[in-house]
């Protein structure tokens, strides 16, 4: 997964604190989002800024459907592929809070069957921090897999058994399939379905009512074609198949939802104070380059307090998009596109409305 490039904190809250505020301060964001449908990066775009709970901007641009004409709005659903991985470490951080999972533990203790490794042990945190030593799809066709696995437990059984690529919790290496171990785990300890458990105790808690687990059998009212960008040309994309991956990469939300979940995490509704400042300290292990990385989330304040910015990338077959919170600001910001391939360019673009909203709370704040 490529990073966002540190942005060091005097700029996003010092520099900004003396500019006043143009007429429309989001126009510039706004013609951003139009920019990546006209320059034919996306077939469509959505991204939306909420401070202190209130969305303050919003703009959608291009098709939901090419096809059948349907453009892409703030609701249209749209996969958030590794923007599932922070939601599942929260639901792993309230099972901590409520002292049935520790950190420390080896995974066979809420996970009986699984693999001791030759060398090393596999703790909770270890899977939360991608430093358990587990690899990534072994494929092409694994990664765009089209075989529909019945139970979490069935995903799991796929990669259970390799060997790992580094001794668990000596060095950093990304892998979706960690936090498919890590939704085996809420179902052993929850004793819920991951679905149920994620649906009762995140998006019905937040208000989320546009977000749930892509099941490939369905079909979904509103939900956005999916897009690939190949060589500056947007193809139609190969509907693949996310039940290897549900915890990690597998589910739809909107901008809308995406906002209320960032919102309630800055509000400490979901987990702690306390608990979120362990999930945003530095817990990848000897990381070559990029931003750090949490307990589900990579760290984008800065390398003196890499947790004052805090979000995720999600990128797979019809989605490039970004999710990142300003806690202390309590400031959300959700970028969804149903196009892939363009992940670099949504990530640069994140920049804009860092800077953007910074700006405007600034002037909110400063406001008689």
Request: aromatic share 8%; glycine share 10%.
């Amino acid at each position: 997964m490529k990073k966002l490039a540190y942005y060091p904190l005097f700029i996003l809250l010092f520099v900004f604190c003396g500019r006043s505020l143009a007429q429309d301060p989001f126009q510039g964001i706004t013609d951003g989002v139009d920019r990546f449908v006209k320059d034919q990066k996306v077939a469509g775009m959505s991204a939306a800024i909420a401070i202190n709970g209130k969305k303050v901007w919003s703009h959608a641009a291009g098709m939901a459907n090419k096809k059948g004409a349907a453009p892409i709005a703030e609701t249209t659903l749209i996969r958030t592929a590794s923007i599932a991985k922070p939601m599942t470490a929260i639901a792993v951080m309230q099972l901590v809070e409520q002292g049935l999972v520790k950190l420390d533990e080896p995974i066979q203790t809420y996970i009986p069957n699984y693999p001791k490794p030759k060398k090393g042990t596999i703790t909770v945190k270890d899977l939360l921090a991608h430093n358990a030593g587990l690899g990534g799809y072994k494929s092409a066709k694994e990664a765009e897999s089209q075989v529909e696995y019945a139970t979490m437990e069935a995903a799991m059984n796929v990669f259970k058994d390799r060997k790992l690529i580094h001794t668990p919790g000596t060095q950093f290496a990304y892998t979706t399939y960690g936090y498919v171990v890590l939704g085996v785990l809420i179902e052993k300890v929850s004793g819920k379905s991951y679905e149920t458990y994620m649906q009762e105790n995140i998006w019905d808690k937040v208000g989320m009512p546009n977000t749930g687990v892509e099941h490939a059998d369905k079909t979904y009212a509103n939900k956005a074609a999916l897009y690939h960008n190949r060589k500056g040309k947007i193809k139609d994309g190969k509907k693949n198949n996310l039940s290897n991956r549900i915890p990690g990469g597998g589910f739809y939300s909107t901008v809308e939802d995406l906002l209320k979940f960032g919102d309630a995490v800055a509000d400490h509704r979901l987990i702690s104070e306390e608990s979120l400042k362990l999930m945003s300290e530095v817990r990848s292990i000897n990381k070559g380059g990029g931003n750090p990385y949490g307990y589900g989330w990579y760290l984008y304040g800065g390398p003196e307090t890499p947790h004052a910015i805090i979000g995720h990338t999600g990128e797979q077959t019809g989605t490039s998009s970004m999710l990142i919170i300003i806690p202390a600001r309590k400031i959300t910001i959700a970028i969804m596109s149903n196009t892939s391939g363009v992940l670099q360019d949504v990530m640069r673009f994140s920049v804009n409305l860092i800077e953007t909203s910074v700006t405007v709370d600034n002037e909110q704040r400063d406001a008689p």
